[in-house]
């Protein structure tokens, strides 16, 4: 019985499997010790901090959606500021840290959206947001997240019509921006990281396939409600991005940034769960 109750925080084991995976391939191919004591260093804090998010998520709820949405939208803004790398605008430095505020910050844009009431402010935001990715340019996250936003929206509209506009739009630049893919080169650990876990073993590598497809178990065969298949459309889209282009391999592969923006849907997820007594 204590093992069914706590149900819903076991889920927090499914980040491991990839990320000690992940360190391993790492450590294997020499990849320095301050690299990858980064990504178990940020999977402990983040849960950390999810767990005292759970605690207190009553107080969170409190929090204005609006201000939260503004803040992301001004991380997302704040990479045109620093300086681009191939005219790619997709970080911020911050306290010596060079992050992907799109990585953080969509989650938490498509948790938002769903909240919203207007479907009018829910609609301008998802654009807005896919906008910003387009001209970033990150093809990963026009696709990733705009697929989900349309899930989510599409439930709140009425009009076929509408839904139909709304997934031409999205279809127009998720193509537009695959179309004009960046040019910037993949590191082994970062992106190439499946790569590297071949070169240990071919099984080795389907171990680390499968610990990726873990990730996404807590979204689509635990909790099928709309936000957490929208959730779990996202990271599944960031997952196959990586087969076709040059972007990171949340969890798995070096960067604090999709270990934070992963933690954030997890925990949503979970806090959802307890809130629905789904244990």
């Known amino acids: 019985m204590k093992l069914i109750k706590h149900t819903p925080l076991l889920l927090t084991l499914v980040i ?4 000690f995976l992940g360190v391993y391939t790492m450590k294997w191919h020499q990849v320095p010790q301050n690299i990858w004591v980064l990504n178990i260093a940020f999977v ?20 204005n959606t609006y201000l939260l949405i503004a803040g ?3 991380l997302l803004l704040a990479t045109f500021l620093s300086k681009p790398v191939l005219d790619v605008h997709r970080w911020v430095n911050i306290g010596g840290m060079r992050l992907n505020t799109g990585l953080i910050v969509s989650p938490l844009l ?6 919203l009431d207007s479907v009018k402010n829910a609609s301008i935001i998802g654009l807005l947001t896919t906008i910003i990715f387009f001209l970033q340019p990150d093809a990963s996250l026009v696709m990733a997240f705009s697929i989900p936003a349309v899930l989510i929206i599409g439930r709140k ?21 695959w179309y004009n893919l960046d040019k910037l080169l993949p ?12 070169k240990i073993s071919f099984t080795y590598q389907l171990l680390a396939v499968l610990s990726l497809v873990l990730l996404l178990f807590p979204f689509f065969f635990y909790h099928k409600e709309t936000l957490a298949v929208a959730l779990g459309t996202y990271y ?8 076709f ?17 992963y933690s954030i849907g997890l925990f949503r997820i979970i806090a959802q769960m307890e809130d629905n007594k789904q244990i």
């Open 110 to 115: 498509l948790i938002q959206i769903y909240k």
């Open 16 to 19: 491991f499997p990839a990320l």
């Open 187 to 198: 590191i082994d650990y970062v992106e190439g990281i499946v790569q590297l876990a071949n």
């Open 72 to 74: 992301a939208i001004l």
């Open 236 to 243: 599944a889209f960031l997952l196959i991005a990586t087969i």
């Open 44 to 63: 402990f804090v983040s849960i950390f901090l999810g767990l005292l998010f759970l605690r207190f998520r009553q107080n969170f709820s409190a929090v």
């Open 157 to 177: 509209l009425k009009s076929t019509s509408h839904k139909i506009i709304m997934t031409i739009f999205t279809i127009t630049f998720v193509l537009m921006a």
């Open 245 to 261: 282009g040059n972007f990171p391999v949340m969890i798995m592969g070096y960067g604090v940034s999709p270990i934070i923006g």
